[in-house]
């Protein structure tokens, strides 16, 4: 299936929301090399040149699989998760990483720290995305240890 039309979705949201300060994410089902995967599809192709025009980085590190699943007595496994953010919060964006194990979902958990500036000074935020099927679950850690849904 092309992506085309689901990148016409996120270019109306940035066009409404401004791409300045904008950290996007999520299963794309697209391989490219720029994000850890063996080689580059249309879909990839296509989510980078959005990715190019919008002025977005990415932010995967590494090639640990952020699909796996066993069909069978195949293990099938991706990069099929993306991570990208706006140039000006391209030196906040910290740690992104893969954590295998942690989730039931065929997709493994991505994890990263944004850097903001409080009162005492610049202090990690935790964003946590934990992929379950079709829908998804994002949870918030603070410096503090709190946390939100």
């Known amino acids: ?32 090399v720029w994000w850890g995967s063996e ?9 980078c040149d959005f990715l190019d025009s919008e002025g977005l980085h990415i932010l995967n590190e590494g090639n640990t699989p952020t699909f796996e699943v066993y069909r069978g007595d195949r293990l099938l496994k991706s990069v099929v998760d993306v991570t990208a953010c706006s140039s000006a919060l391209l030196d906040r964006a910290e740690e992104w990483q893969v954590v295998r194990d942690v989730t039931s ?45």
């Open 39 to 47: 080689r580059n599809d249309a879909r990839g192709v296509d989510l």
């Open 105 to 149: 979902s065929d997709h493994n958990a991505v994890t990263f720290a944004v850097r903001v500036e409080g009162r005492s000074g610049p202090r990690p935020l935790w964003y946590t995305s934990l992929q379950y099927g079709k829908g998804s679950m994002v949870g918030v850690r603070n410096g503090n240890g709190c946390c939100s849904e």
């Open 1 to 32: 299936m092309p992506i085309g039309p689901y990148l016409d979705r996120v270019r109306y949201v940035c066009s409404k929301l401004g791409t300045d300060k904008i950290i996007l994410g999520g299963d794309v089902n697209a391989w490219s």
